[in-house]
Nanobody, 120 residues
């Protein structure tokens, strides 16, 4: 039921950086876990990263230390800093609330996402 708007996607060269943002339409201080997913062309949507109210973070293996997730409950925003982008990072990135103890989203009501294209 959480309504979000993602932004910050762009066309960048390999090795570049981006900061993606997620703005929620309501307060997120009560949201236990929130995070990012992505969907590459022709592939299924996959988990990227999450962060809890305790600021505990979880990352997919492909992140390899390149991504940093953060949340600002006072501004109702979620961010994802991506460094050293690779062509395989090309995808549409989505923000969503997650189940407390898994990497699954609570809802299937996905927004438009923000597109990241990594190419020379």
């Amino acid at each position: 039921q959480l309504q979000v708007v993602e932004s910050g996607g762009d066309v960048v060269q390999p090795g570049g950086s981006l900061t993606l943002s997620c703005a929620a339409s309501e307060s997120i201080f009560r949201v236990y876990k929130i995070g990012w997913y992505r969907q590459a062309p022709g592939m299924q949507r996959e988990f990227v990263a999450s962060i809890t109210m305790y600021m505990f973070t979880d990352y997919a293996d492909f992140v390899e230390g390149r991504f940093t997730i953060s949340r600002d409950n006072t501004k109702n925003t979620l961010s994802l800093q991506i460094d050293n982008l690779k062509p395989e990072d090309t995808a549409v990135y989505y923000c969503a609330e997650l189940e407390d103890f898994t990497q699954a989203p609570r809802s299937t009501n996905w927004g438009q996402g923000t597109q990241v294209i990594v190419s020379s």
